[in-house]
């Protein structure tokens, strides 16, 4: 049997992978300088199924008010092309992800893809990720730094890219994986893995989600896999990373191989690419 043929990244999907539904989940704290721009690079991509969820948890900024601006200007009647997710309390990155997460599947998206509104996260690579996940059938698609061809902002200091590379290794060491970047949050899902994870139940509030989820999809044997990307830093607004999301991010992956122990058969079958 041979394998898969993966879409050239220079050229566009065929028409009926660009109309598959696919809803970017857009979590937002005070990112009133870059969701404007964020939404339009979407807006403008070759991709007829794709919408834009914005989760925004009662940004003091305004960031709330400029989506529903957004989706004002962008919808058209019998398409909706944006939404707006309004949360009353800020309660992590991972339960906006989680929230976000769960109504776009709820709506219907035969795909959701993660990602930040800060302007680290390439647009132009949805479609080329989508192409993956439809000609391959890999139900996870990691926008990955740490696969050949993938690499970070020149202004990230060298301790920072060190940091995010023990990161990833501390966390696929101690869980067992061959994921490179299975801390990154650029990733596109099948709804379908979405469901079998249980959104609802996941435990992590911050950036280590992105651990759990990712560890809950292979957990369920689900295939990862993993495109380069170039991580930029972000435009304008301030990092939201802070002491208590870092212990976290320490602490998560123990807790996850302890409660794998624990479990009927110990291990888990893990399918990584």
Sequence with gaps: MSAPRIPDPGRPLPGEW????????????????????????????????LRLLVVDDSSPDGTGDIAEQLAEKYNEPGRPRVGVLHRTTKDGLGRAYAAGMARAVEEGAAYVLQMDADGSHPADKIAEMLGVALATGADVVVGSRYVPGGTLSDAWKTHRKLLSRWANAYASTILGTRVRDITGGFNLWSAEALRAIDL????????????????????????????PIHF????????????????????MPWRLRSRTLRAPGGHGHHRAR
């Design 200 to 227: 609802a139940s996941v435990d992590s509030a911050g950036y280590s989600f992105q651990v759990e989820t990712k560890y809950r999809a292979l957990r369920a044997g689900f295939t990862v896999m993993e495109v």
């Design 232 to 251: 930029e830093d972000r435009t304008a607004g301030e990092s939201k990373m802070n002491l208590a999301v870092q212990l976290e991010s320490v602490a």
């Design 18 to 49: 660009g109309r598959t539904t696919t809803t970017v989940v857009m979590p937002t704290y005070n990112e009133a300088e870059n969701l404007p721009t964020m939404a339009e690079a979407l807006m403008a991509l070759p991709l007829e199924g």
